[in-house]
């Protein structure tokens, strides 16, 4: 059930992590974050308005501010946010950006109809669990017609064969019997998406889809952390040739999907 105090104290520990390297890009030796900004690259406008929703440590903001457009980073966590804030001020974008605290479920203090692109791709829509549709909504009504929306979930059969690659028996028949995830503190769950559940959610909701991806997929189950730099780049260029490619949409722990609002502004 999801309970939007425990994912706040959840979220608030994350605020202590120390920021390394450029404060607009992705340091991590997991795959996703720079298959994230891959996707930002290709579809993100020269400028404008954007919403991230669930901004966490406010990487993709940064990136958002620096590209030209005027961002507002949403988030449940004021730890994060104070975070996410720090991180503006050190690449010299705090101007550009405004920070809201607020639970992606309930109604938004933000325009309607207002950003050009609204992203939610740090996983805050499996975060709110069986309340997802209502975040769906809210991201779609802050859109403006015609405008774009970039989300990251967990994929239910990514995450199912994820386990079974690494031997988590009990925890694959948890996700296969419940759609649901437990994250590493067991404080919440991750619900976990299908690519038609998800499509079909925003496709209710007056929007279609202009493209759908599946990351990690054919390095889904290699142990990263175990590979040199070079070879972490190798690998990192062989998942962004293969983006996309029908046959492995659904086998990445994540579905990533750019869907567009349907009429004009």
């Not at 309340?131 to 009504?141: C, D, G, K, M, P």
């Not at 889904?220 to 190798?234: I, M, Y």
């Amino acid at each position: 059930m999801y309970d939007p105090d425990v994912l706040r104290r959840h979220f608030n520990l994350w605020e202590y992590n120390e920021i390394q390297g450029d404060p607009g890009e992705p340091v991590s030796r997991w795959l996703v974050p720079h298959i994230n900004h891959t996707l930002l690259d290709r579809w993100l406008p020269a400028d404008g308005y954007a919403l991230d929703a669930g901004c966490g440590r406010g990487v993709e903001s940064v990136k958002m501010a620096r590209r030209g457009l005027q961002v507002t980073a949403l988030d449940i966590s004021p730890g994060l946010l104070r975070h996410a804030r720090k991180r503006a001020t050190i690449a010299g974008l705090i101007d550009q950006i405004t920070f809201v605290e607020a639970d992606l479920t309930e109604k938004l203090p933000l325009p309607e109809d207002h950003f050009d692109v609204c992203l939610a791709l740090t996983g805050v829509l499996g975060h709110v669990g069986e309340r997802h549709r209502e975040a769906i909504a809210n991201l779609v009504t802050c859109c403006r017609p015609g405008g774009l929306i970039l989300v990251g979930v967990q994929s239910y059969l990514g995450k199912i064969c994820q386990y079974l690659t690494e031997a988590r028996i009990e925890d694959a028949l948890h996700v296969a019997d419940t759609r649901f995830t437990h994250t590493v503190s067991d404080s919440f769950e991750d619900y976990c998406f299908t690519i038609s559940e998800l499509t079909n959610l925003f496709v209710d909701l007056g929007c279609h889809t202009e493209q759908i991806v599946s990351a990690p997929s054919v390095a889904a189950g290699v142990h990263l952390p175990n590979l040199t730099d070079e070879d972490f780049n190798r690998v990192l260029e062989l998942e962004r040739r293969f983006l996309g490619t029908p046959e492995l949409l659904g086998v990445g722990e994540q579905i990533l999907a750019a869907f567009r609002r349907e009429g004009k502004a």
